[in-house]
């Protein structure tokens, strides 16, 4: 069995069609060929293809295709992973870019302000710095690939933005996440409050005021920091105080705002 192409002319073109044949004898012994396919017309590889495997079928061996060679992968970046993975998991856990999403209203941006919270959170307990740094850190993580944003979304405009939307939902944002440390371990046993100051360089905020830090640094730009929280650990409420203000009124205010929550019910006031 062999392949067999016929030239077929008419008027200025010229068509090549291609068929298999085999030879056999007549009964008188005469040698001749029958056609056992048409194949039309073929192009050169594939006539070489099949002569190539007529001759090894011929010659009772099997027809091997060379190898293709295969692409060397190469490394475009190397990219901060499994400490920001077990970070995101946390925080997908706890729902807590679908919160963001219910509370700051947004429509048609390129990066939603809760994936900039996210990144911002997972920045701070990883690698804290400032906002600056926040900014070059990203691209360096797999974290534009887990929120599925471009790294180029996640710059100082739009961090100072979303922090601005933030403030306007402290209040909300507090009472929502009560609500859900509530329904996933069930009512408080315990709250613990604390009062802690930190300091600037320079003059720092309007509510910066003059005096010696808890850490008995003297004449220092100081902000107060007031923080509640349960038995695990878990934020109920936090504030910023002036520089000044005094343990116990900051603590008394804390009870005053939180007494009538629905998450307090009988409870004392907070442990100190």
């Not at 509370?103 to 996210?118: F, H, K, N």
């Not at 009512?187 to 005021?209: C, I, K, N, Q, S």
């Amino acid at each position: 069995m062999h392949l067999q192409l016929i030239r077929v002319r008419s008027g200025k073109t010229a068509k090549r069609y291609a068929r298999l044949v085999q030879s056999f004898r007549r009964p008188e012994g005469m040698p001749t060929q029958r056609v056992i396919a048409n194949l039309g017309e073929l192009s050169d590889l594939e006539v070489e293809n099949i002569r190539t495997s007529l001759k090894a079928s011929r010659l009772g061996k099997t027809t091997v295709l060379p190898e293709t060679p295969t692409r060397q992968a190469s490394v475009l970046a190397n990219l901060t992973y499994l400490d920001v993975g077990a970070a995101f998991d946390v925080w997908r856990s706890w729902n807590l870019s679908e919160l963001l999403s219910e509370l700051i209203v947004e429509r048609d941006v390129a990066m939603p302000s809760a994936d900039v919270v996210c990144a911002l959170t997972i920045q701070r307990c990883i690698a804290p710095g400032s906002k600056l740094f926040a900014e070059r850190w990203f691209p360096r993580t797999a974290l534009p690939e887990l929120l599925g944003v471009a790294p180029a979304h996640f710059h100082n405009t739009r961090i100072h933005r979303v922090l601005d939307n933030l403030d306007t939902i402290g209040e909300q944002m507090q009472d929502a996440l009560a609500l859900k440390y509530e329904q996933r371990d069930g009512a408080f046993a315990t709250l613990f409050t604390d009062v802690t100051d930190a300091w600037f360089e320079g003059r720092g905020p309007d509510m910066a005021e003059r005096g010696r830090t808890k850490e008995g640094l003297p004449n220092r730009h100081k902000i107060g920091i007031l923080l509640l929280c349960n038995e695990h650990g878990y934020p109920l409420r936090w504030c910023s105080l002036p520089g000044r203000t005094r343990d116990g009124i900051a603590l008394q205010h804390l009870v005053d705002t939180v007494e009538d929550k629905p998450w307090v019910g009988g409870r004392r006031s907070p442990t100190t």
